[in-house]
């Protein structure tokens, strides 16, 4: 059971009613809360969600339709998200109660300010290394318009400027990251055909390759219903076509890819991030065609080059630079 699950369920009294699970992680705190609903926007969580609870967790960018009588928001990591999401189930719950639970680590003694513009916060519980927080919304927002949030950014590129668009809780939300702008001047002699941008984020790379390459297919995947959302807005905001799937891991992509671009996710302590990553690096040989290219970005100190020979057998270092390498390596 996740620590901020097990701070909930000490105090179970508060939560027999329709409560609303806001970004819940992939736990046993649905089986623990029977009349509790989840909302998630992580395809593995939901994933794994779905197998054992069928039907009592949506999906997506925007608050479930369906009535609750009290939320728990899991904090999320970017406070930008924590503010759309608070925001989201506030507005729908004038005079009732509001929970917001996260680590200390992750900073949810701050985070509990954010519950002031809705009525007086208070310290419910404190343990696991957690801390439960409440309160009852007496002055209830608006409801949040997430387009209004989204954050525009313009790339200058050979072809013509490309605007970017990120949504809150979105990797490198409004500025172009330093390992992907090394990619981006590093897209030449690509195989033509079909292109995945894995882990796509904000949909830079595969919009600007859209952009650059206008004959290819491109496809962009990202585990986050938010980066998914984001990519096709940045799709529509150029007027490019490209297919959008959100899932979890390089599995999901489509077979006989000419080209697999990424900027792989890495953070430090994050472990299913760094599975994401190997994942992808063992298996993106069997996603390509014959003659077909892997070229990701990363940071110089991530020791990638000998897992990609592994499978590849070869892998070049195209460029290095400010700390980032580009890696190459084709199926044989
Ligand atoms: C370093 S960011 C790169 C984002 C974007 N390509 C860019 O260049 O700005 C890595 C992305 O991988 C996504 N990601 C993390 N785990 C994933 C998984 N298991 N499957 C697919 N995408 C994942 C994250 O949501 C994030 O958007």
Redesign the pocket.
């Known amino acids: 059971m996740d620590p901020r699950s097990e701070v909930l369920l000490r105090q179970p009294d508060y939560f027999q009613g329709e409560v609303l699970l806001v970004g819940l992680p992939p736990d046993d705190v649905l089986g623990r809360l029977p009349n509790a609903h989840g909302w998630c926007w992580h395809?593995?969580d939901q994933a794994a969600l779905e197998a054992r609870f069928a039907g009592r967790v949506h999906f997506g960018v925007d608050v479930p339709a369906r009535a609750f009588d009290t939320a728990v928001v899991y904090l999320p990591k970017s406070k930008e998200l924590s503010d759309y999401v608070l925001k989201a189930v506030a507005a729908r719950l004038p005079n009732a109660d509001v929970f917001l639970v996260g680590e200390k680590k992750g900073g949810i003694e701050g985070a509990s300010k954010q519950l002031i513009p809705f009525g007086k916060p208070r310290k419910l519980d404190s343990a696991r290394h957690c801390q439960l927080w409440q309160v009852t919304v007496v002055n209830a927002p608006q409801a949040p318009v997430l387009a209004d949030l989204a954050q525009h950014y313009e790339l200058a590129l050979e072809e013509g400027p490309l605007n970017v668009v990120s949504l809150p809780g979105?990797?490198?939300h409004g500025r172009?990251?330093r390992?992907?702008a090394l990619?981006l001047e590093h897209l030449d002699k690509l195989p033509s055909g079909h292109v995945l941008?894995?882990?796509?984020?904000?949909?830079?790379?595969?919009a600007a390759v859209k952009r650059r390459y206008p004959h290819n297919s491109v496809t962009l995947?990202?585990?986050?219903a938010f980066?998914t959302a984001s990519s096709r807005l940045t799709l529509a905001a150029n007027g490019l076509d490209a297919e959008v799937i959100c899932?979890?891991?390089?599995d999901?992509a489509p077979m006989e890819l000419n080209t697999i671009l990424?900027?792989?996710?890495?953070h430090v302590g994050v472990h299913?991030?760094y599975?994401?990553t190997e994942?992808l690096l063992q298996k993106s040989v069997k996603h390509l065609k014959k003659g077909g290219e892997l070229r990701i970005v990363a940071n110089s100190f991530l020791r990638y080059q000998p897992l990609i020979e592994e499978q590849f057998g070869a892998c070049t270092v195209k460029a290095e630079g400010q700390g980032f390498r580009i890696y190459s390596a084709k199926r044989r």
Not at 197 to 206: H, R, S
Not at 221 to 224: E, G, I, K, Y
Not at 262 to 266: A, D, E, G, V, W
């Open positions: 395809a593995g979105v990797f490198s172009l990251d390992g992907s990619l941008d894995f882990g796509c984020g904000a949909g830079v790379l595969g995947l990202d585990v986050d980066a899932a979890d891991g390089i999901a990424s900027n792989p996710p890495f299913t991030d599975h994401a994942n």
